[in-house]
């Protein structure tokens, strides 16, 4: 966790809602293919409290999207929940840790495992910004799913 984050030099004495752009990048590793998404969509950076979150619109290849929330606690602990359509997964990092996630789907829901070797948040104000680094493999049942990493990049 960045310094920045870690000591809340950000302000939080009351919610503020910040328009911002995002350059995301990610990639995945299934099966030993890899996929590369780059894509660049406006979001909203806002507080409650001490807890911060970041919300945008990722653009899929069959012309829907998906909301997509970033929740940073204070404790080092990131929550991404992807809501599409009737689907929704919430998944949790922490570094060096292995937590349960969900997907939900109409047919039922999937347990997944989430184990995070590397993760970096910078997040800082004046203008609002931050960088976000997450590494994580993605478990069902002991199974590995996939690899995966987000790089993404934000200022208001």
Known sequence: ??????????KTARTEKSEVMIHLETQ???DGETQNLVQDVPGQFFNIG???YLRYQENLE??????????FSGEGEVQLTRQQGENRSRMFFVVDHQLEAHY????????????TPRMNITLGDYPVRGK???DYG???????????????????
Do not use: C, H
Not at 1 to 10: A, D, N, R
Not at 62 to 71: G, I, L, R, Y
Not at 104 to 115: A, E, I, K, S
């Open 1 to 10: 966790m960045s310094e920045e984050f870690s000591k809340g030099l950000i």
């Open 104 to 115: 939900q789907t109409p047919y039922g829901d999937l347990p997944l495992t989430t184990v």
């Open 138 to 156: 993605l478990f069902s049942q002991g199974q590995e799913l996939g690899e995966y990493k987000i790089r993404l990049q934000f200022t208001a």
């Open 50 to 52: 001490k807890t911060f």
């Open 62 to 71: 069959d012309n829907e999207a998906a909301t997509v929330t970033f929740k």
């Open 132 to 134: 976000i680094s997450i």
């Open 28 to 30: 995945s590793i299934q």
